[in-house]
């Protein structure tokens, strides 16, 4: 009995002063399992308050999550890698060039209501391409301002004819209630854009030349599109359906603007005119 109780005191005192990594076993399981989802940092630490919101032992901050991933006894985990950018140190990214031409029936975003810029009513889109190998083929992106809800549609080519062709596809299988509008860049692929109106009765908005910050919701989504679709990818070689499993990946992570919740989860509270509520745990 005296060796054994020997034992266990020597094994308690080489722990002495060990703190788990993340906290506790069961906020490392959860981080790291989202990490591997795709999760930043600061989405799986404010989820994590929704979920748990009574249990204190299930709260860790992103700053806590961002030292353990860079951390000298898990870098061989390579969690970095999940990271929004994959890079080893964090850094700032750059954007994309403009097509010179005349776009017809083209109104300007400074002739854009206030209820738009203001974000404040659901049913305006943000949209722009995602250019494959060679600016050969691509995809079409939309995404809702209010909700955050990302929308991506294969083309063949970067033209306004399979522009259009996406659009129409995303735009068409939606109530009324949720397509009012879409800003847009000055891509020769968006110069049918006023075809929109015709056929839908949505309205079309354009950016200035070289902002685009000024349609930063779609930047920021495109950009989590090339995470799994790097700049030259041939997106000949890419699915429907590969594109579609993705973009839920990017629709089912919690946004801090959004409360925590999910772009899906607020968009279809809109669609039925109801509050946000978590049904389960993701």
């Not at 404010?46 to 249990?55: A, C, H, N, Y």
């Not at 709260?59 to 991933?69: L, M, V």
């Not at 017809?104 to 391409?129: C, L």
């Not at 109106?197 to 030349?209: F, I, S, V």
Request: proline share 5%.
């Amino acid at each position: 009995m005296a060796i054994h109780a020997q034992n266990i005191s020597s094994k308690r005192k080489s722990f002495a002063g060990h703190r788990h990594p993340l906290k506790n076993k069961e906020v490392f399981v959860w981080t790291v399992q989202r990490l591997i989802r795709g999760w930043s940092p600061e989405q799986i630490s404010g989820r994590m308050k929704l979920v748990f919101p009574r249990d204190l032992e299930m709260r860790i901050t992103p700053e806590t999550i961002y030292r353990f991933i860079y951390s000298e006894k898990y870098k061989h985990r390579k969690f970095w890698e999940y990271l929004p950018w994959k890079r080893k140190k964090r850094r700032q990214k750059l954007g994309r060039s403009v097509h010179r031409g005349s776009i017809p029936h083209r109104i300007s975003i400074h002739d854009r209501p206030e209820i738009i810029n203001e974000n404040k009513e659901f049913g305006h889109f943000e949209g722009d391409s995602v250019e494959g190998l060679g600016h050969k083929n691509g995809v079409h992106t939309e995404v809702e301002r209010l909700t955050r809800k990302y929308f991506a549609v294969l083309v063949n080519s970067i033209d306004s004819e399979e522009g259009l062709k996406a659009q129409e596809i995303i735009f068409s299988s939606l109530p009324e209630i949720a397509r009012k509008s879409t800003t847009l860049d000055n891509g020769k692929e968006n110069h049918k854009h006023y075809i929109l109106r015709e056929k839908l009765g949505m309205q079309t908005y354009h950016a200035d030349p070289y902002s685009s910050w000024q349609r930063g919701s779609n930047e920021y989504h495109n950009g989590l599109l090339r995470r799994y679709f790097p700049k030259k990818t041939d997106f000949s070689k890419v699915t429907q359906p590969d594109i579609d499993d993705v973009v839920k990946e990017i629709n089912d992570r919690p946004r801090k603007c959004l409360g925590y919740y999910t772009p899906n989860e607020v968009f279809f509270a809109k669609l039925n005119n109801q509050e946000v509520a978590i049904q389960s745990r993701m």
